[in-house]
């Protein structure tokens, strides 16, 4: 191993003082309360992402009027960087400090007993560490997981560390769940050296306090820079993670590497429900992924009780040479990785399990690709990016606990008490039901127009996220802006087959792959036969019956690859049955999309994948298409004013209706839903208000 490269100080960055007193004078308690969470917080390597807890003890009055000494203290499933007044939860402190003579106490007695000191009802459940706040004898108190601490309470010679750190100032406490027995250790710590100025968990974390909100918050900034300089003291010298394992590949060729792997990784994750990729090559994870070290590092286990049941005890690693292994080989390790993970998750849980116990994810949370990057999964977005942003702590906190000689972390039993531990899963309950199509990937083409970003909002409205695809990028990029991160714009061309291999590889980049495709981009044109050219036959078959091919045909290869079904839907159109005159080029096109997608349907349907076609007919609001000189002929087709069109097509129609983007989303969602068409394909819905002509027979 060489030593040459300084341990860079700022894997365990010392953090900077921003208290500003004017935020909280002439607030009340609860107010400052609310800041100094925030401020905390705003600092991912002090509080992690729904970590941590923080407290005040204030007199007030109750809803008598009666003064009461009342703990505020954090609500469970809450963020401590966007809580606001209402996240935390008031407890008549006088009820709970007789649980202080107690020697036990068990979760379910504790969770009752605490739900009856609180002021109100309808408050959320306080937080799991809640008696440990009560029993900390300070006004202010914060209880963080910051980075630096991480690393000397998650070294091996954890206890030892933390005196040459902190010499008397720090308590240390062994490792044990939080809960009712620690809360007790910390008090009994705390009462045998009053002049101690935090505690160290084990494993764990810190607890700090002080007689003011600004004192607390001051208490909890020295000890992480305390541990922070500690650590890059001790750090000096040596590389981090033993320093790289090999030369890295260069970013075009990673890219396209995982662009080739993605599908099959995400195809081994969702064996119970799709999942959503997120991927990360950011120096820190290509650090970590490079390292000589990391292989086993990254099997320790779990940086943090609060991670495990984001990131679970440990991520799955796959190894890669550049100089030895392509993709294919690369794709067969990694579902390889995952299929192990879970059967070792399955075996993990029948071994600690309690009879209403549940495994709810056997799969890997965070998958480590070596010298390649970090792929996160999740059912939802958010928990995918949660896990991802967990990992950076566990890679920070690996970071230091490996420069001061080695990271421990909680052995199985200790990580299957936490992972299945009511009171953890119970923040998980809190989360929104799931939604229909959660975790699904979604790619429409023409997603910038009438149908096709009314499909797109029908899809994030059910839970999807979506690649919206559109030659017009300047509109898709507009598109996605009402979609917050759940939708992603990208350039497509459906006549150029390099484009929509580009497009399906920005998916895959950007969500992990794709279950469900809507072939939408398309022209409109009118003329007599007589008239009509060549070339205008050609853009008509071009873009519809050729550009639904590649589509499909690219979508085919992405869903095998993957290997969990998928939906094709194509948006076809009432000419696609029904012969329309002074159309013949388009009608010939839109008829020929219809047959493919029937030959689609019976050649696909082994491998699970769906294919049906959508029939709309005059969709004129918010199309491109209808804005086209293609209304104008329409109208000069029919003998009326092109403004006329609308009430034309109304009343042309077995309904007398005008038909909205809103209502072909309503009928795509339908068969891109396995619980609405599970069993339906090459079939086709037409939505057109009734026209005879297309009636199926
Ligand atoms: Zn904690």
């Not at 500690?230 to 970013?251: K, L, N, Q, T």
């Not at 499909?455 to 009402?482: C, L, N, P, R």
């Not at 580009?502 to 007599?528: E, K, M, Q, W």
């Not at 159309?583 to 082994?606: I, P």
Request: charged share 25%; hydrophobic share 45%; proline share 5%.
């Amino acid at each position: 191993m060489t030593r040459a490269t300084p341990l860079p100080t700022k894997s365990v960055p010392s953090i900077e003082d921003r208290w500003d007193p004017a935020r909280v004078t002439g607030v009340d308690e609860l107010d400052a309360l609310v800041y100094r969470s925030n401020l905390l917080a705003s600092d991912r390597s002090v509080v992690n992402f729904g970590g941590g807890n923080t407290s005040v003890k204030a007199l007030q009055a109750d809803h008598t009027g009666r003064a009461t000494n009342v703990l505020w203290v954090k609500g469970s499933g809450s963020d401590l960087a966007t809580i606001g007044r209402g996240g935390f939860t008031g407890l008549r402190l006088e009820e709970i400090m007789p649980l202080l003579e107690r020697d036990a106490m068990s979760d379910e007695e504790m969770v009752a007993y605490l739900a009856r000191c609180q002021l109100d009802p309808s408050m959320p459940r306080p937080s799991i560490e809640t008696l440990l706040h009560a029993f900390t004898p300070h006004p202010h108190v914060d209880h963080t997981h910051p980075d630096a601490i991480g690393a000397i309470v998650g070294a091996t010679d954890g206890e030892r560390l933390a005196a040459d750190c902190f010499g008397g100032d720090a308590l240390w406490i062994p490792y044990i769940r939080p809960g009712f027995a620690l809360s007790k250790l910390v008090a009994d710590a705390i009462a045998s050296k009053p002049e101690a100025k935090l505690v160290l968990l084990a494993k764990h974390g810190l607890v700090t306090w002080g007689a003011s909100a600004a004192e607390s918050y001051t208490a909890t900034l020295e000890a992480i820079n305390r541990a922070a300089s500690f650590v890059a003291a001790r750090a000096e010298g040596g590389p981090a993670f033993g320093g790289a394992r090999r030369p890295g590949i260069d970013a075009e060729a990673r890219m396209g590497l995982l662009a080739e792997v993605l599908p099959a990784l995400r195809g081994a994750l969702g064996v119970d429900g799709p999942r959503v990729l997120q991927l990360d090559t950011s120096p820190a994870v290509l650090e970590f992924v490079g390292g000589d070290e990391s292989p086993e590092l990254s099997q320790v286990g779990a940086a943090c009780p609060d991670h495990l049941v984001h990131t679970k005890r440990r991520p799955a690693w796959v190894a890669y040479d550049p100089e030895r292994d392509d993709a294919a080989a690369l794709r067969e390790r990694l579902v390889e990785a995952v299929r192990e993970f879970q059967a070792r998750e399955h075996a993990y849980f029948e071994q600690y399990r309690a009879e209403d116990d549940k495994l709810l994810d056997p799969s890997p949370r965070v998958v480590l690709i070596e010298g390649v990057g970090m792929v996160s999964a999740g059912r939802t977005l958010k928990a995918a990016k949660l896990s991802r942003d967990l990992y950076h702590r566990a890679i920070a906190v690996m970071r230091g606990a490996s420069a001061l000689g080695g990271f421990v972390s909680l052995d199985d039993a200790e990580s299957f008490a936490i992972e299945f531990w009511p009171l953890e899963l119970y923040k998980l309950s809190l989360a929104p039901p799931p939604r229909e199509l959660q975790g699904v990937v979604a790619l429409v083409t023409g997603g910038a127009g009438g149908i096709g970003s009314a499909a797109a909002h029908a899809f994030v409205d059910s839970g999807a996220v979506v690649v919206v695809a559109d030659i017009d990028s300047k509109s898709a990029a507009e598109v996605v802006t009402e979609f917050g991160d759940a939708a992603v714009p990208v350039d497509v061309d459906v006549t150029d087959e390099a484009s929509i291999v580009a497009a399906y590889r920005a998916a895959t980049l950007a969500f992990g792959g794709v279950d469900v495709v809507v072939s939408n981009a398309g022209i409109a044109s009118s003329a007599p036969i007589t008239e009509t050219s060549s070339e205008l036959w050609d853009r008509n078959h071009d873009i519809l019956a050729r550009g639904y091919f590649l589509v499909a045909r690219e979508a085919a290869r992405t869903l095998i690859d993957q290997g969990t079904g998928g939906a094709i839907i194509f948006v076809g159109s009432k000419n696609s049955l029904a012969p329309s005159k002074g159309a013949a080029a388009y009608s010939a096109a839109k008829a020929a999309e219809l047959h493919l997608a029937r030959c689609l349907a019976e050649e696909l349907g082994a491998h699970g994948i769906r294919v049906n076609t959508v029939n709309p007919d005059a969709v004129l609001a918010g199309s491109r298409i209808w804005d086209s000189s293609w209304r104008e002929e329409r109208a000069r087709a029919y003998g009326i004013e092109p403004d006329q069109l609308e009430a034309f097509y109304r009343e042309r129609t077995t309904l007398k209706v005008n038909v909205l983007p809103a209502d072909i989303a309503a009928a795509i969602l339908f068969f891109a839903s396995p619980v609405r068409s599970g069993k339906s394909t090459g079939n086709f819905l037409n939505v057109d208000g009734g026209v005879a002509l297309a009636y199926p027979r």
